[in-house]
Structure formats: C-alpha cells, structure tokens
C-alpha cells in the first residue's frame, strides 16, 4: 500500500480534487485521520484512527496522514 506510493504521488492526488486531509479528535480521544474531496467536502474517503497518545508527536501524525492518503487512493481506483 503505503511502499507503493510516493509523497509526489500523494501531492499530486490531493491537488487533483480539492482534496485534503482531516484530523478530528473523538469523543474518546483517538485522532481520527480521513480525506475529503471538493470544494464542499462532497466525498469522504474511509478514516483511520489513531489511538494512544493525546497529542501524538509529528512523526506519527505525519505518518497517519500518509496512510489515510494512501486509503483514499485506493479508494478512488477501485471506483474509476
């Protein structure tokens, strides 16, 4: 999944559709990650949590991003 593709790949699918990644704090405290497309956030990608620290530091955050990135284009393929 994630191996496959590149941070240029990624950019280049978020800039396509206006889309852009979401973080959302749960009522039980886990991060939720997610990608939204278009203007008025018309698709939402499937999310993945994060859980465990409060306020996870960059790294993971970072590392969170790119999985829900990398969810949504597979997403996006499986649909085309």
């Known amino acids: 999944m994630s191996e496959t593709n590149t941070d240029t790949a990624r950019l280049?699918?978020?800039?396509?559709?206006?889309?852009?990644?979401?973080?959302?704090?749960?009522?039980?405290?886990?991060?939720?990650?997610?990608?939204?497309?278009?203007?008025?956030?018309?698709?939402?990608y499937s999310w993945i949590i994060l859980s465990g620290d409060a306020s996870p530091n960059a790294e993971k955050r970072a590392a969170a991003q790119r999985r829900a990135i990398d969810i949504a284009m597979q997403e996006a393929q499986a649909d085309a």
């Not at 278009?38 to 698709?43: C, E, S, W």
């Open 12 to 44: 280049d699918f978020i800039l396509a559709k206006y889309r852009k990644v979401v973080c959302e704090r749960l009522s039980t405290g886990n991060l939720a990650f997610y990608v939204e497309e278009g203007f008025m956030a018309d698709r939402c």
